[in-house]
């Protein structure tokens, strides 16, 4: 079983920026992609982004596209996600996810170990 503990949510004006960071308990994390994704208040939870086990191939919703990045340190089992020019629309509570293989999946059921999320509101 593979513990994922995310940090770095909070309170941010829009246009502003974060940076969540996500850390695994175990050494295998440099096997698999990993992802975050976010659920707001009365809404299913989507995919925002997601990195190989290497790092060299990334994914973004289109929403997120040129705001947000993904980048992971396998050193230190942890991965990240910059989330910069935040918009009200980006309220949620983020959670990390440890994909079954080594792909950037964007679908939900490749995923097979979460986090606890971590809130992010953006206010006006």
């Known amino acids: 079983q593979v513990q994922l503990v995310e940090s770095g949510g909070g309170l941010v004006q829009a246009g502003g920026s974060l940076r969540l960071s996500c850390t695994a308990s175990?050494?295998?994390?440099?096997?698999?992609?990993m992802g975050w994704f976010r659920q707001a208040p009365g809404k299913e939870r989507e995919f925002v982004a997601g990195?190989?086990?290497?790092?060299?191939?990334?994914e973004y919703a289109d929403s997120v596209k040129g705001r947000f990045s993904i980048s992971r340190d396998n050193a230190k089992n942890t991965v990240f996600l910059q989330m910069n020019s935040l918009e009200l629309e980006d309220t949620a509570v983020y959670y990390c996810?440890?994909?079954?293989?080594?792909?950037?999946?964007?679908?939900?059921?490749?995923?097979?170990?979460w986090g606890q999320g971590t809130q992010v509101t953006v206010s006006s």
């Open positions: 990195i190989s086990r290497s790092g060299g191939t990334t």
């Open positions: 175990r050494g295998t994390f440099s096997y698999y992609g």
């Open positions: 996810a440890t994909n079954r293989n080594q792909f950037a999946s964007r679908r939900n059921d490749q995923y097979i170990y």
